[in-house]
């Protein structure tokens, strides 16, 4: 999805096919994980953090963050990560309720995922209280900060 596209717009998609490099228990040690990664293997820069929240009411509890490799990015690093026993994530293909949200702040990103509830709500969808966001963009610019994020609500 592209951001322009997305930003703000709330659909039902198929959550990407993606490879689970890792599981870690704090967004620090996944990107220390990546930078690892990618120094040890041509390609693996190219991989993404998927957090995922339990959504409690008005407030969203980390769980944890995975290190991602999208299917059919790359057929040979695909081939190498397949070796090596590397699966796809287990949320792969299910229906989601998506968003892509411009996340300054984390009051933007509970502000967005109350948002993308209540439109699952208002379409009578029954979603389920995990929310999965990868980031897109993280970054500054001029002093402020610049961060991107795909959102992602299962639909069940």
Request: with cysteine; glycine share 8%.
């Amino acid at each position: 999805s592209s951001i322009e596209k997305d930003l703000g717009r709330y659909r039902i998609l198929e959550f990407p096919e993606i490879f689970l490099l890792g599981t870690y228990g704090s967004y620090m040690d996944t990107t220390f994980s990546w930078f690892r990664l990618s120094s040890e293997r041509d390609g693996l820069d190219m991989s993404y953090l998927l957090s995922r929240y339990e959504s409690c009411g008005r407030e969203l509890q980390y769980s944890d963050t995975s290190l991602i490799f999208y299917k059919d990015t790359d057929e040979e690093l695909e081939a190498y990560l397949k070796g090596c026993g590397k699966k796809l994530h287990g949320m792969s293909g299910r229906k989601c309720l998506f968003t892509v949200a411009d996340i300054s702040c984390r009051e933007a990103e509970l502000d967005t995922v109350q948002k993308l509830l209540a439109e699952g709500k208002s379409r009578g969808l029954s979603l389920s209280h995990e929310v999965y966001t990868v980031n897109l963009i993280d970054s500054m610019k001029e002093g402020q900060r610049i961060s991107y994020r795909e959102i992602y609500i299962p639909i069940i």
